[in-house]
Structures are given as C-alpha cells and as structure tokens.
C-alpha cells in the first residue's frame, strides 16, 4: 500500500505542469474468453451421469470449467496521468481496477444429442492494470479533440471465482437447485501481458474537461496457470467516461 500512495504522488507531481493532466475514468467492461477451453463445446457430460442423475459435475468435464466464452459484465475505473510531448503526440499511463471474466452454458449428453443444462456458469477476475499509451490526437474545434491510442499493459490478478447454480429436478426435498462458488486464484496467471487499442475525444463541458472513450484490450500469454491444462486468452471491450482533474 505504501509504494501505491508513492506512485499516486509521484503522478499528481507530475500532473502539475501545462504539458501534464490527471484524469479519473470510470466505465462498463464487457469480457470473454478465447482459445482452446473457451467453448461451452468442451464441457461434455460422462454417460454415466445420465444413467445415474445427481452427480452433478461429472469428474471429466471439470479441466475445461477454468474459461467462458460468452459475455461477462463488470466495472472498470482508475487513474490516469497525460504527458503531452508535442501538439499531436502524448504518452499516458494509468492504474486501473478491472472486473474481467466469462460466462459458459454447462452441457449435458442425451442419448440424442447435446443440450445447454441450468444456468450458465460465471468466471469472475478481478485485477489491477497498469498500461503504457502512445496517444495521437487531432483538434476537432477550439474546444474538442479526437484521439487514438495504442500500447501495452501488465496486469495482476486480485482475486477469481468460479460461481454456478446447480440444478436438481429429480430431487424429493426443495428447494431442487443450490448455488456453488469455488475459488479460482490458483486456474489463471496472476500476472498477465496485453495489448490494446483505443478511440476517444476530450473537450469543455460545463466548464469541466470531460472525455468519452472506448478501447478493446487483449491478452498477449496464455491466461491459464503453467500447472493448469488448457489454453486461452481474456478479451474485453470497455467503454468509458474521463474527468480530468482542475490542477
């Protein structure tokens, strides 16, 4: 905690000067997962566990549970510092709080084909990022500028669950249906490399320096542990709102 607020005053030291702005952002993060664990195609239920209801997940299906294909909703936000290098170049840093994460249907085997079975199961990360930006911006009027950016980020990795509904209609008591959370820190690296690419604009708004901005980021390693079996990479598209900071 100590290096955190070092780094925080290190920013707001730098932020001081023309060339230098400090920004807080704040937005909705939509994630996934890609790669060979990610689809819910790998989730095969054993032909045992139809002739026999109840024993809910079979033992096969749990070395592909660790990635969700489908959309995951979640908070991202932080703070931002802007070095402006000359009138259209910039570099920007910021320290980032994301929630990331998939969903995925669990599947069971009929004697005919394969169907989607309760509710789909959530992959849950939260993490902290820190990304390195090259910005390109371009004046739109006396008041608004466009922008794009590109860069790399290191990111590590607070916590990650694992939480599911499991549902049992064969069952005499009620309720026929309980809920599971299993911790996952141990599944997904805890330090991660990725890419990104964004698109904003920045202007006066009520007097206020706003910005509206949307970027797309990617992970570059292979997201699951080296003691895990399985492979993919975490995606996410963020959308979000900057408010830079009266210094």
Excluded: C
Aim: glycine share 12%.
């Amino acid at each position: 905690m100590r290096h955190l607020v070092w780094l925080v005053l290190l920013i707001t030291g730098f932020a001081q000067g023309q060339t230098n702005q400090l920004y807080l952002r704040g937005g909705l993060s939509r994630s996934h997962f890609t790669g060979e664990s990610a689809s819910s195609e790998t989730q095969l239920w054993t032909s045992n566990e139809i002739s026999y209801p109840g024993i809910w997940p079979a033992q096969t299906t749990r070395a592909s549970n660790f990635l969700g294909r489908r959309f995951q909703s979640g908070f991202t936000g932080g703070l931002g510092w802007r070095h402006r290098l000359s009138t259209h170049w910039a570099f920007r840093t910021e320290l980032n709080y994301e929630q990331g994460g998939g969903r995925i249907d669990p599947l069971r085997n009929t004697p005919t084909k394969q169907i989607a079975y309760g509710p789909p199961i959530r992959f849950l990360r939260d993490l902290i990022s820190l990304p390195l930006l090259a910005e390109y911006n371009q004046s739109l009027n006396s008041r608004w500028r466009l922008y794009g950016f590109a860069g790399l980020q290191v990111a590590y990795q607070l916590k990650a669950l694992e939480k599911g509904r499991i549902d049992e209609p064969w069952r005499s008591s009620l309720p026929t249906f309980y809920e599971y959370t299993y911790n996952r820190n141990e599944t997904y690296r805890q330090t991660e490399l990725g890419g990104l690419l964004g698109l904003g604009t920045q202007g006066e708004w009520f007097g206020q320096q706003v910005g509206l901005e949307i970027r797309y980021q990617t992970g570059l390693l292979n997201v699951v542990s080296p003691t895990m079996i399985g492979r993919g990479r975490m995606e996410s598209f963020q959308a979000s709102v900057l408010y830079y900071l009266p210094l």
